[in-house]
């Protein structure tokens, strides 16, 4: 079972609240603490630009949405957290793919999952993607939920109350993630050997689970 870091799932909960309470009385929702309003704000793109990185821990994420007619129904975008393959590969764990090019092509980066954000800026679903779609060095489930207990941005780049709430997010909905990275692992188990599906855009989206923020609420009690 997937861990946090901050003491267990009630520090977790309390963590979030505090955040999402911060981001609400700021006046601003969490997204648009990050991307420009308006005309400005481009369908595709990331924000920050060369994401937002923390040194120390190597954690990182970045949030982007897609042309409204391609959107999840209700939702404004999605973050996408990664880790730092660096740890993976010195623990002497596998990468089930990578990209095509080999070790000098693609980005050195593990995608964990990506958290999707409603119009209010409340998160709303866990989802996974192909290998191909975020470029990725993809490990196993059992892999990455290890390394969640070490998912910290306190250091990193870009909006610090973000930082902030998505560190906590991570700890508190680790049990969901390391649920929706078994999910695919099974969906990437039923695939044919002999082809290229990491590969295949025609899959995309791998896996998804619902998450409700009042949860938290809950938790802490």
Known sequence: MATTPLNGRKAAAQALIDATVAVAAAGVPLMLRIVPGGDLFRAWDHYPPDDAVDA???????YHAHAPGEREAGEHGHFHLFLDPGRLKRRGRRPLAGPPGGASAGADIVHIAAIGIDLNGLPTRIFTVNRWVTDEWLYRAADITAELVRFDLA???GDALVNRWLTAAVAFFARQIED???LRDAEIARWAPSADPFEDRRL?????????????VTAAG
């Not at 995309?204 to 938290?216: K, P, T, Y």
């Open 155 to 157: 250091a990193a780049t």
């Open 56 to 62: 120390a821990s190597g954690a990182r994420w970045f």
């Open 204 to 216: 995309e989206v791998l896996s998804s689970v619902d998450i409700d923020i009042n949860s938290a």
């Open 180 to 182: 929706v990275l078994k």
